[in-house]
């Protein structure tokens, strides 16, 4: 059974630092390619971040050198570390398989305070 649990998230400040945390478990982690994804206005979720099992990164052109995506596999843990947090960054974040989602978790809240 596919589980994904985030945390991390909360109120930041605008111009602050976030790291959110996916602990995964029902799936070949170690093989599977992970990404973070944010629910849009319209209620679907696009990829914010993604990480190769190469480790290396595919970032949105919005985040690109705020955010970085990583993952220890050892601890089937996905990571996303936001820095200089902008008001658009706010949201609801998932972490799933890249590209190939399988059942969502609950998600985590960012609140972006200007």
């Known amino acids: 059974q596919v589980q994904l649990v985030e945390s991390g998230g909360g109120l930041v400040q605008a111009g602050g630092s976030l790291r959110l945390s996916c602990v995964a478990s029902?799936?070949?982690?170690?093989?599977?390619?992970m990404a973070w994804y944010r629910q849009t206005p319209t209620g679907e979720r696009e990829m914010v971040a993604g990480?190769?099992?190469?480790?290396?990164?595919v970032l949105l052109d919005s985040v690109k050198g705020r955010f970085t995506i990583s993952r220890d596999v050892a601890k089937r843990t996905v990571y996303l570390q936001m820095n200089d947090v902008k008001p658009e960054d706010a949201g609801v974040y998932y972490c799933?398989?890249?590209?190939?989602?399988?059942?969502w978790g609950r998600g985590i809240q960012v609140i972006v305070s200007s």
């Open positions: 029902g799936f070949r982690f170690t093989y599977a390619e």
């Open positions: 990480v190769r099992t190469d480790e290396s990164q």
């Open positions: 799933n398989i890249k590209d190939r989602p399988l059942s």
